[in-house]
């Protein structure tokens, strides 16, 4: 059967149009609604006053009128919730019944219900709720895949190796697609680093890292999923499975209704007992490379902070402003007027080119060393090892230094930025913030970014604060 046979024509304009922001928050919204109600569907003026509560508390949201719409634009949240629901009854995300007492009944389509699953399941924080459970678990990390892999190859009692296998083969798929989603967003997050240029940008995604890939995903891997702690003994019981005649029969039942004959499905079951195998012998060198690219992410993000604090002052930093006037008025389709305020700016007058011969330049003399040296004369007794002298060789930013920092600067086992960035806040004091974070990604803290931006004479950024946990 085609896919188009399934989905209406318009299905995908619904979230292709100036609202698709707001479509696509109250379309995940009625799902989850939609959810809570019965096996045969859900009454749509709940559906409707729900979602009117959502869009009055989520202003964010803003409707904007579309062109191609002909009646009157809704103006209060409700007939703006009405006419959401419209559309997506129109493009055939839901359909709604009409029972014998007059009642309409929400329901959403089959691929709708698919595709709404597949979003919250890739990017749980669509969900746009302000706070999760705290039992929440990320749908898209690892439920305890290995743990449930190496459960079901150590079972000692009637067991069905048939069962057993399919079950395995497609946890570890699981596993292995997880394990792909997690490289890939980590790889976006180090070219965030490049596409950023101001400090606003780059604070927030080291912040949202936090959330979105360390603990969610990062650390369940490296304990919670620790894949050296089962990783040879799930290995050494496949290998068990190749060599046992018994064993790989039963296997082999999960292929005969896909294969020729009983020995292709022998063939097939031997297959993907070496692709579990293979999977589990590359997935060290697959973690140390994760493990690279969460060094790599939070050096190379401490990396380019530092530039753009330093960079204020210099020849470089001054022509990545001018740069980045000109790209930021092009893309407003200002070009001709940034161009023209940038060439009153200078005058290059043509030089004179001189010949070498006639140059006036004078080369420098070599190198002597001066025989004449401060410590030949007095000696190492002579300098003072003051707490002063030493003070400018301990570095700041050691492990020990940020978590005193953060206690001193913390209220109540909260450490707020805005308390600490302002107009004074001088560029050592901005990088202990920095690695305050950094601190917080990796040990027992949690990290909440705020609506309000904090103002500095040469950046800004979005407040943040920091709670440390039991």
Known sequence: MDIFDIVPDNFFTFLSSKNKKIYLASLLQVFKIYETGSILGIDKKIVVDDLTLFLENHSKYLFQEEDEEKEEAP?????????????????????????????????????????????????????????????????????????????????????????????????????????RRLDVRMKDYIQSVIDNTDIKSLMEKLVNYKTDIYDTSYTKLKITDNIDRYRLDIISRLEEFLTDETILSAISMNYLAVTKSKEDAVLKAIKNIDEVID????????????????????????????????????????????????????????????????NSLYYLPRLKLFEMEKSLYQPRGSYQRNLNQF?????????????????????????????????????????????????????????????????????????ELKDEIIENKTYSIRNFIIRKTL
Not at 416 to 433: G, Q
Request: glycine fraction near 4%; aromatic fraction near 12%.
């Open 75 to 179: 103006k209060s949240k409700r007939e703006i919730a009405l006419f959401i629901l419209r559309r997506m009854e129109e493009c055939g995300w839901i359909y709604v019944d009409v029972t014998n007492d007059y009642v309409e009944v929400l329901n959403f389509s089959d691929v709708a219900i698919t595709l709404c699953e597949a979003l919250l399941n890739a990017y749980p924080q669509l969900d746009y709720d302000s706070e999760l459970p705290e039992d929440y678990v990320n749908p898209t990390e690892y439920h305890g895949y290995i743990y449930s892999i190496y459960s079901l190859l150590n079972q000692k009692d009637n067991v069905d190796y048939s069962l057993t296998f399919s079950l395995v083969y497609s946890d570890t798929r699981q596993l292995i697609r997880a394990i």
């Open 279 to 342: 999977a589990f012998s590359a997935l060290k060198e697959f973690i140390d490379e994760i493990d690279n690219k969460n060094r790599n992410y939070i050096n190379s993000t401490i990396g380019k902070i530092k530039f753009l604090l330093s960079e204020e002052d210099n020849v470089v930093g001054k022509i990545n402003r001018i740069l980045k006037y000109v790209k930021d008025s092009n893309s407003e389709g200002k070009l001709d007027k940034a161009m023209n305020k940038i």
């Open 375 to 447: 410590l030949d004369e007095s000696g190492i007794s002579g300098l003072e090892l003051n707490d002063d002298f030493l003070n400018g060789f301990k570095n700041s930013y050691n492990e020990r230094e940020i978590l005193y920092f953060m206690d001193m600067n913390s209220k109540d086992g909260v450490f707020d930025a805005s308390t600490i960035i302002n107009n004074d806040c001088d560029d050592n004091t901005f990088m202990k913030v920095v690695y305050s974070v950094i601190i917080a990604v990796e040990k027992r803290y949690t990290i």
